[in-house]
């Protein structure tokens, strides 16, 4: 029983999963489309220009320009007076902690109390830093705790005065900023209660080195940007977001000094990138989800070992190519919504090719029995041909050398007979009267 009510627990994950994967690959598709959009009008309407001479009638116009980045106020974190000079500062808290993990053996099956156990997980517990709480009451094995709240949380500090040349960055460009480097902590730092500095954390660690649980330590990581270059709309000294036509907002910073065409071709790879990502991500949860949903077939075949050999490699296939098919099916019928005419072209194009190979298929196996006639027929040709000439060349002898009545008539019935051997498959053999035979006989000579 406990076996069957995990079978429908699986078959419900794979419902859920097949849900998720087919949703994503859906809307994957729309902002692919969207973002192509949104590319045509940044390479229609954006400008290039000086990020140190700010031009009044560039307002409110959509804009491409590039510059050092310059820090004027440092981000500070106030709790533990931690500042660098940067846009954009994070703190990380993490603290030690068990964390278990699973995986299952399906190398072992047996019965037990009439119940079927195909997965045999096996359960094995590590230590770990770990920026969430982990709840130990809910592993499998008892007899491991983890405290159950972390005394800090994680928080991202911004620069309130960071420039592009003459340009102030707004939040949102700076938010958007990566984290690319860690910060070595200064003697300024104040640790609270029981805690230590080191050179890269503040913990409460006796030995940092050899940790126990429940020990904490808090690390920065900061953006470190030296320039870049920045797609949005000037307003006045800093910028805002760019309203498409498609009501998406955009407002890019890239690292690095980039032209117009560049910073297009940036953001266009970096679109490509995403939603092929997420066409692989939908696909292996629509995949999964299949693998999950048909685990109740799956473990009714386990229950005969003659069966378990053949349809293992053959079911897996199966179901991987009926997830891809899925997955594909979903692409089109989105193309076919955001882009109706690619998408009903697509559609087209692809029944015209199955319609052109079942023809060609079909052609090619009628091709031989084609064959085997017109050879049947040429035979038959051939052979009636041979006949032809037999019986020529028995005619010209009998006027060429002289014979008696007697052997004419033999040599008349022997070619008869002869021709009439040759080609009995088309015509019966007349019947021979031995009278007319020497009627004939004497009539020639």
């Known amino acids: 029983m406990k076996k069957l009510k995990n079978t429908f627990f699986c078959v419900l994950i794979g419902i859920i999963l097949i849900i998720i994967?087919?949703?994503?690959l859906f809307v994957n598709e729309s902002d692919s489309v969207n973002a192509t959009q949104i590319l045509k009008e940044v390479k229609k309407q954006a400008i290039f220009v000086d990020s140190n001479n700010i031009l009044p009638d560039n307002n409110d116009k959509l804009v491409i320009t590039n510059g050092d980045i310059n820090v004027y106020e440092n981000a500070v974190d106030n709790v533990f007076n931690v500042s660098a000079k940067t846009p954009k500062l994070k703190r990380i808290v993490e603290m030690y902690q068990w964390h278990e993990d699973y995986e299952n053996d399906s190398?072992?099956?047996d019965y037990d109390n009439e119940e079927y156990n195909n997965d045999s997980p096996t359960y094995s517990y590590t230590k770990g830093w770990y920026e969430q709480v982990i709840d130990a009451t809910q592993f499998e094995e008892k007899g491991y705790t983890n405290p159950t709240t972390i005394p800090y949380s994680e928080d991202t500090f911004i620069s309130n005065n960071v420039t592009l040349g003459s340009f102030c960055l707004a939040d949102t460009q700076k938010n958007e900023?990566?984290?690319n480097s860690n910060l070595y902590l200064s003697n300024e730092v104040v640790a609270p209660a029981n805690f230590y500095v080191t050179s890269e954390y503040i913990t409460n660690s006796k030995d940092i080195s050899n940790p126990e649980i429940g020990d904490i330590r808090i690390s920065y990581k900061y953006s470190e940007w030296p320039d870049a270059t920045v797609l949005a709309?000037?307003?006045?000294?800093?910028?805002k977001d760019f309203l498409s036509s498609t009501g998406k907002k955009v407002n890019k910073i890239k690292m690095g000094k980039s032209t117009k065409s560049e910073m297009i071709e940036k953001i266009k790879n970096e679109n490509n990138n995403n939603t092929w990502m997420y066409r692989a991500v939908g696909a292996m949860l629509v995949i999964l989800g299949y693998f999950f949903f048909f685990s109740l077939l799956t473990s009714v075949i386990h229950l005969f070992s003659f069966?378990?050999?053949?349809?293992?490699?053959s079911m897996s296939a199966l179901i991987g190519l009926l997830g891809v098919v899925h997955s594909l099916v979903v692409i089109m019928i989105a193309w076919v919504f955001v882009r109706p005419i690619l998408g009903i072209f697509v559609v087209i194009l692809i029944v015209g090719v199955v319609i052109f190979v079942k023809k060609k298929t079909e052609?090619?196996?009628?091709?031989p029995q084609q064959i085997d006639v017109t050879v049947t027929n040429d035979s038959i040709a051939n052979s009636q041909n041979v006949i032809d000439q037999q019986v020529v060349s028995n005619n010209v002898q009998s006027f060429v050398t002289p014979q008696?009545?007697?052997?004419?008539?033999?040599?008349?019935?022997k070619n008869t007979l002869s021709n009439e051997d040759s080609v009995s498959l088309m015509n019966p053999p007349p019947l021979v009267d031995d009278d007319n035979?020497?009627?004939?006989?004497?009539?020639n000579l």
Do not use: A, K, P
Not at 21 to 24: D, E
Not at 233 to 239: A, H, I
Not at 307 to 313: A, G, I, T, W
Not at 404 to 413: A, P, R
């Open 21 to 24: 994967g087919t949703i994503m």
């Open 107 to 109: 190398n072992t099956s």
């Open 177 to 179: 900023m990566d984290l």
């Open 233 to 239: 709309v000037q307003s006045n000294n800093t910028f």
């Open 307 to 313: 069966l378990e050999s053949v349809f293992n490699v």
């Open 363 to 367: 052609t090619n196996n009628m091709n």
């Open 404 to 413: 008696s009545s007697e052997q004419i008539v033999n040599d008349s019935s």
């Open 437 to 443: 035979v020497n009627n004939n006989s004497n009539h």
